[in-house]
């Protein structure tokens, strides 16, 4: 059809600027980065206007200019069908609206493009009010929508169908002008909120930084950020632990010692500098000093989940299991705070076109479209339902299992907790003090009044874990049932998808990664794809990785995501270059004689190291 565009997915609109309509109406209810930016298009044929929009996330929003562009620009996607009989229908873009959302002050820049005509530039607060869209305003806006780009490139919870993503920083002059932005706005960054385990954002534990860490760690270039790290250092004491971490990512340990000693001179109660120092020393095996330090840190955030998860791990790495549960039992959890989106309107209809490159590429299978459904107990497992907090402490019951075994955790969750029948017990027994004294000694090393009540959470976890492990138990003996009788196990595609995950889970990782090759032998599947590029990366299996990155490729640029980076992808093919140099990954691709639209997209990643002289590019 002509109103369509050729690669560019599209929701059209039931009535006219419906979609800019929810969007300011659910402005009041962002809480911190925001949605994804909207680009709505009206589009006409002289009889008809016709309004189409988007999701996109990685357009330079630094100035109107870059934005009216981006519109513009689509005018080149329509469907230009020369048919005879569709030349009088055929649609032209009369104008756009360009929708950005501002994460520090709260409000939606909005850039209204008229084709031929005007561009016009306003901001629409939470109130659906226009305002001026000023300097402060536009950089504001830019930094946003760069760290949504860094930070939701592989959140799962911030994926939709049709929506756009590009480089939010794909040449060196624009992570200049991310630097830049980044430096003025700094301080503040706390505005714009933090993980789900930060109860409180400071100036070091937000998005912003997180971002800048992320970016520049996942490429193995901390020295970036230690520049900048630094010259804020000294304007705020308490950026030294993004410093320290730095110099680590950097593998120079006597600098971030030399920092963490220096911070916590001037400021002993800093908990993420002291945070910093407990990951240093349980790396080089002093676990012991590592609990002390974790100590001071709840010491010093009692109220924040991060410091007692530390020590809770840190209890863990030496053994002290009873201990790592009472610690447990005493985090401060949280509720979780969903990502920001808007909810978009019913569309009349939808577009998703296939790009060509993508159909070129002889790598999609989108048969999983229609895929068997999963089994029913598998899928209303309740772990993968977890978030923020509670997936956090779920992690650590998780590690803690793997360590001692289920029987063995009930033991220590006995000894620690009073259990409901032993709380029975001591409101009816009648028994002597010094019976009760015998009794405390012949049983747990802790007596009943000694003990804790373990938190309605923490209970409902261990209930969660059991779920776990009993699909897991039931999963492994029908598997050694059918191979004792050479028979062949038969599952769905998605029952080892989340068999796959569930081992995941439980920390047995050869089991996993066999259930997620079974996963792609039967379908396409993103989740189990990216589990076996980052083990391949991590066993150093350049074919078998680049293979695996080949199909994950082709998938995201089906589905309209052309960001190289940051990205998982990205992440862990520039971890292959860097141990094997950028010559080997390159000649072994080529050695694997990929369809010549697939070497293209895969080529994107050899450039951007290049570009940006990543490590392993020089050998």
């Not at 970036?224 to 950026?239: D, I, M, S, Y």
């Not at 289920?406 to 017990?425: A, G, I, P, T």
């Not at 492994?476 to 081992?503: F, P």
Request: charged share 20%; aromatic share 10%.
């Amino acid at each position: 059809m002509g109103d369509t565009f050729l690669s560019l997915p599209e929701f059209f609109e039931t009535e006219l600027a419906e979609s800019l309509q929810s969007r300011t109406e659910s402005l009041s209810s962002f809480r911190e980065l925001g949605p994804p930016d909207l680009c709505h298009v009206l589009k006409t044929n002289g009889r008809k206007d016709q309004g189409t929009y988007h999701l996109v996330s990685g357009v330079d929003a630094s100035s109107s200019a870059t934005l009216a562009t981006y519109i513009t620009s689509l005018s080149y996607e329509l469907d230009k069908n020369t048919d005879w009989f569709t030349v009088k229908s055929q649609y032209k873009l009369k104008g756009g609206v360009y929708c950005c959302y501002n994460a520090f002050s709260r409000v939606d820049l909005r850039v209204e493009v008229c084709i031929p005509g005007s561009v016009l530039t306003y901001v629409v607060n939470g109130r659906g009010e226009r305002q001026e869209a000023t300097p402060e305003i536009w950089q504001e806006t830019y930094l946003s929508g760069v760290l949504r780009s860094i930070l939701y490139a592989d959140d799962e919870n911030y994926s939709l169908l049709g929506y756009r993503r590009m480089d939010p920083i794909p040449t060196t002059d624009h992570e200049v002008r991310f630097l830049m932005a980044a430096e003025n706005l700094f301080f503040k960054g706390w505005q714009l909120g933090s993980s789900p385990d930060i109860q409180v954002a400071t100036i070091v534990n937000n998005h912003l930084a997180a971002g800048i860490l992320k970016y520049f760690g996942e490429s193995s270039r901390y020295e970036h950020a230690v520049n900048l790290f630094e010259k804020l250092w000294a304007r705020e004491p308490e950026v030294a632990a993004l410093v320290a971490q730095s110099y680590l990512g950097m593998n120079e340990e006597v600098k971030a010692v030399q920092v963490m000693h220096r911070s916590l001179q001037q400021n002993p109660h800093n908990y993420v500098v002291l945070h910093v120092q407990a990951d240093f020393l349980t790396s080089k095996g002093q676990h012991e000093r590592a609990i002390q330090v974790a100590k001071e840190a709840v010491s010093c955030a009692p109220s924040e989940f991060s410091t007692w998860e530390k020590l809770a791990q840190c209890y863990i790495d030496i053994g002290d299991w009873a201990e790592a549960l009472l610690t447990l039992n005493s985090c401060p959890m949280f509720a979780y705070s969903e990502r920001d989106l808007h909810r978009i309107p019913q569309a009349a209809r939808t577009h998703y076109p296939v790009p060509p490159l993508a159909m070129q590429s002889k790598m999609l299978d989108e048969s999983h479209l229609n895929d068997v459904e999963g089994d029913p107990t598998l899928l209303r497992l309740p772990a993968p339902a977890l978030r923020g907090t509670f997936a956090g402490a779920y992690k650590v019951l998780t590690r803690l299992v793997s360590k001692v075994g289920w029987d063995d955790l009930l033991k220590y969750r006995s000894e620690v907790f009073v259990m409901e029948e032993e709380y029975r017990n001591q409101d009816t027994s009648a028994a002597s003090p010094d019976e009760k004294q015998q009794q405390g000694k012949a049983g747990h090393w802790l007596t009943f009044t000694d003990k804790r009540l373990c938190e309605r959470w923490l209970d409902n976890l261990f209930m969660v874990l059991y779920e776990d492990l009993r699909i897991y138990t039931i999963w492994r003996a029908e598997l050694a049932h059918y191979e004792s009788q050479s028979l062949a196990y038969e599952r769905s595609a998605t029952d080892w998808e989340i068999l796959g995950e569930l081992a995941l889970r439980l920390h047995h990782f050869d089991e996993a990664y066999d259930a997620f090759l079974h996963c792609i032998s039967k379908k396409f599947s993103a989740k189990a794809y990216m589990h076996l590029l980052e083990h391949c990366t991590e066993t150093a299996n350049v074919e078998q990785a680049l293979s695996m990155a080949m199909h994950l490729t082709a998938h995201n640029h089906r589905w309209y995501n052309d960001s190289v980076y940051p990205g998982a992808v990205a992440k862990n093919l520039f971890k292959l270059i860097k141990v094997n140099g950028l010559g080997k990954v390159s000649n072994t691709l080529i050695s694997m004689k990929p369809p010549q639209a697939m070497l293209r997209l895969m080529q994107w990643y050899f450039a951007y190291a290049q570009e940006f002289r990543l490590p392993g590019t020089q050998t």
